[in-house]
């Protein structure tokens, strides 16, 4: 079993599929609002237009592995396991290219309820706990999913897994170059030993780019919050990079499970789609203004440029005999 897709819903569905069409050397299928990795699946994100949501996350395996069929989760958040309904051909391998989605990881009121229904209803095995988050597993893969501790339920985010770590650093540079600086990375994860960048992309959303997930056969002794603790000022094992924790907590807030967003008032539907469109809106403007200052720069040099041409001509008139 694994990780098949994850359904969104968000505010400009363009500039959500340019990032992962063109920023992270994706092919797009149907029409542009479905992307796909390299794998043999038919897609890893799709798009729709609308209010920031999730609308559907879903793991694919045998008949065995997902009962014969779907099963969505309570409360109509649609989580559900399925046997892949369309079969596809993979892609040639890119070390651009993301290869399959690593996991997702939701933010939960009650992590507790939440590990409970992901082992009894779907088979899920519990690999880590700590202070903060659970990990499960659905394959010999440390985590497809994590519950974080939030006081809420929404999207935390969505993990693309990479060929290796050249690929997830080669990815850093091609998104900062697209304006889409990292807000937390590079760096190496404790549970899961994963190498991994963290960006919030245009629509609004975090993203994470990653590899070398380490792997838990049935002998791996579940990891308790003791087993992870970090000396003070480190939150990875490398410590090379510092966390946007303003930028990354507002994405992380962003995109809540549709029925839930269909229950809320009005006045709050608006207050979290105008969090979303404002973050949005705010990074547009940095690569804007990171534009037009490459432009500027470009037009100082070539004044500068011919200014020292300009010179040197003067100068050679003056020593002509």
Same mark, same amino acid.
């Given at each position: 079993?694994?990780?098949?897709?994850?359904?969104? $819903?968000?505010?400009?569905?363009?500039?959500?599929?340019?990032?992962?069409?063109? %920023?992270? %050397?994706?092919?797009?299928a149907s029409a542009?609002?479905?992307?796909?990795?390299?794998?043999?699946?038919?897609?890893?994100?799709?798009?729709?237009?609308?209010?920031?949501?999730?609308?559907?996350?879903? #793991?694919?395996?045998?008949?065995?592995?997902?009962?014969?069929?779907?099963?969505?989760?309570?409360?109509?958040?649609?989580?559900?396991?399925?046997?892949?309904?369309?079969? *596809?051909?993979?892609?040639?391998?890119?070390?651009?290219?993301? *290869?399959?989605?690593?996991?997702?990881?939701?933010?939960?009121?009650?992590?507790?309820?939440?590990?409970?229904?992901?082992?009894?209803?779907?088979? #899920?095995?519990?690999?880590?706990?700590?202070?903060?988050?659970?990990?499960?597993?659905?394959?010999?893969?440390?985590?497809?999913?994590?519950?974080? $501790?939030?006081?809420?339920?929404?999207?935390?985010?969505?993990? #693309?897994?990479?060929?290796?770590?050249?690929?997830?650093?080669?990815?850093?540079?091609?998104?900062?170059?697209?304006g889409y600086p990292?807000?937390?990375?590079?760096?190496?994860?404790?549970?899961?030993?994963?190498?991994?960048?963290?960006?919030?992309?245009?629509?609004?959303?975090?993203?994470?780019?990653?590899?070398? *997930?380490?792997?838990?056969?049935?002998?791996?002794?579940?990891?308790?919050?003791?087993?992870?603790?970090?000396?003070?000022?480190?939150?990875?094992?490398?410590?090379?990079?510092?966390?946007?924790?303003?930028?990354?907590?507002?994405?992380? $807030?962003? #995109?809540?499970?549709?029925?839930?967003?269909?229950?809320?008032?009005?006045?709050?539907? $608006?207050?979290?789609?105008?969090?979303?469109?404002?973050?949005?809106?705010?990074?547009?403007?940095?690569?804007?203004?990171?534009?037009?200052?490459?432009?500027?720069?470009?037009?100082?040099?070539?004044?500068?440029?011919?200014?020292?041409?300009?010179?040197?001509?003067?100068?050679?008139?003056?020593?002509?005999?």
């Amino acid at each position: 079993m694994r990780l098949q897709s994850v359904d969104l $819903r968000v505010p400009d569905v363009d500039a959500a599929a340019t990032l992962l069409r063109r %920023g992270m %050397g994706s092919d797009a299928a149907s029409a542009g609002t479905r992307l796909r990795g390299s794998d043999a699946l038919p897609y890893l994100v799709g798009l729709e237009q609308g209010e920031p949501a999730i609308r559907a996350i879903t #793991f694919c395996g045998t008949k065995e592995e997902t009962g014969g069929g779907a099963r969505c989760a309570a409360r109509g958040r649609a989580l559900s396991l399925r046997r892949p309904s369309e079969r *596809v051909e993979p892609l040639p391998a890119a070390r651009d290219r993301p *290869v399959r989605l690593s996991h997702v990881v939701l933010n939960s009121a009650d992590v507790d309820a939440a590990e409970r229904f992901a082992t009894s209803q779907f088979g #899920f095995r519990v690999s880590d706990r700590t202070r903060h988050m659970t990990f499960l597993r659905c394959s010999r893969v440390h985590h497809c999913i994590a519950y974080a $501790r939030a006081g809420y339920a929404s999207l935390n985010h969505v993990a #693309f897994e990479m060929a290796d770590v050249d690929g997830v650093m080669r990815g850093i540079g091609r998104l900062r170059d697209a304006g889409y600086p990292c807000v937390w990375g590079p760096g190496r994860h404790g549970p899961g030993n994963n190498v991994f960048g963290y960006f919030v992309g245009p629509h609004g959303g975090l993203v994470e780019y990653t590899t070398e *997930v380490s792997e838990a056969g049935d002998d791996y002794r579940v990891g308790a919050p003791e087993d992870w603790k970090w000396p003070p000022g480190r939150i990875d094992q490398w410590g090379v990079s510092a966390k946007d924790t303003a930028r990354t907590d507002a994405a992380e $807030r962003a #995109f809540t499970w549709q029925s839930d967003r269909e229950n809320l008032s009005q006045p709050r539907r $608006r207050l979290l789609a105008g969090a979303a469109s404002s973050l949005a809106l705010q990074l547009l403007a940095r690569q804007r203004s990171r534009s037009r200052r490459q432009s500027a720069r470009g037009s100082s040099c070539s004044a500068r440029r011919e200014g020292r041409a300009s010179a040197r001509r003067s100068c050679r008139r003056t020593l002509r005999p």
